[in-house]
């Protein structure tokens, strides 16, 4: 699971270091305001820093808003931004990987890609970085020379299956087709193949497929993944390192640490074949 690859990083690193992990469970919201404080009180002083892997999706969370607005421990979220900005975050940079998917891509004669992405509702207490991934690689693939129109962009609910957008799209756009598609995480890219196969299309031949995150369902998808790949180790390392910079005075004004992502080869995407569409 993914969690467990944060978790590894940040037990490893905190333990290198002589630190104890203390895995914590909030109060539950229904919890009275004082039991919650005296709950903080009993273990704010066994704490360096705390690490924040998310919310717990609760509409209003008065315990996680009391531990967010205390000012005498630092902590980092991971993987996102925390709505306070005294709250320091470790994220995944998609740059470099984008820049080298699109080189790749274009040496494998794909020059037009599309996007399938997923969209959720916002988070009150921190801002995850994924439900930006859509957009940011629309902007990042434009601007490094692939031809990506809007019609080729399609957008569903989070956990979604795209194919009935996918059907509209391939039926509005005749024969001007991307021969790609980037979709926003390797959930989605499993779901696109699927829905592809059910529209009649074949993956990899007809259209390849690159995902995000290289999580398991990557490797284990029906054609294995080309994908980029969040370095969840590397980011739970780098989460208690900054928590401990702060901790110690060290750098208090770095908010944001930034882990490049890579790109991670294999079925999903090959050349580009003459190929044409009814």
Not at 181 to 189: G, I, K
Request: a negative charge; glycine letters at 6%; one cysteine or more.
């Amino acid at each position: 699971p993914t969690p467990l690859k944060y978790l590894s990083g940040i037990f490893d690193r905190a333990a290198e270091l002589g630190y104890a992990p203390m895995p914590l469970l909030l109060p539950q919201p229904d919890v009275p305001e004082e039991e919650v404080r005296s709950w903080l009180a009993g273990v704010l002083p066994r704490l360096s820093a705390m690490i924040h892997l998310g919310s717990r999706g609760f509409a209003v969370d008065r315990p996680l808003e009391l531990v967010l607005t205390e000012n005498f421990l630092p902590q980092v979220f991971i993987s996102g931004y925390a709505q306070s900005e005294k709250i320091a975050s470790v994220v995944c940079d998609f740059d470099s990987a984008f820049t080298a998917l699109t080189g790749y891509l274009k040496e494998n004669g794909h020059h037009r890609i599309g996007v399938v992405g997923e969209y959720g509702d916002g988070d009150r207490y921190f801002d995850y970085t994924y439900l930006h991934r859509s957009n940011r690689a629309i902007e990042t693939l434009r601007r490094n020379g692939m031809e990506l129109r809007d019609e080729w962009i399609v957008r569903i609910p989070e956990h979604s299956s795209p194919l009935e957008p996918m059907r509209e799209m391939l039926r509005n756009c005749g024969s001007s087709l991307p021969t790609v598609f980037f979709c926003s995480n390797d959930s989605t890219a499993e779901r696109t193949i699927r829905a592809l196969t059910e529209l009649g299309h074949r993956v990899p031949e007809e259209f390849s497929i690159v995902g995000a995150d290289d999580t398991g369902i990557a490797e284990k998808a029906s054609v294995p993944l080309t994908t980029l790949k969040v370095p969840m180790y590397a980011i739970g390392r780098a989460a208690v390192d900054l928590a401990l910079e702060r901790f110690y005075g060290e750098l208090e004004d770095t908010r944001i640490r930034k882990i490049p992502s890579t790109l991670v080869l294999r079925s999903s995407v090959v050349p580009r074949p003459e190929v044409h569409f009814p």
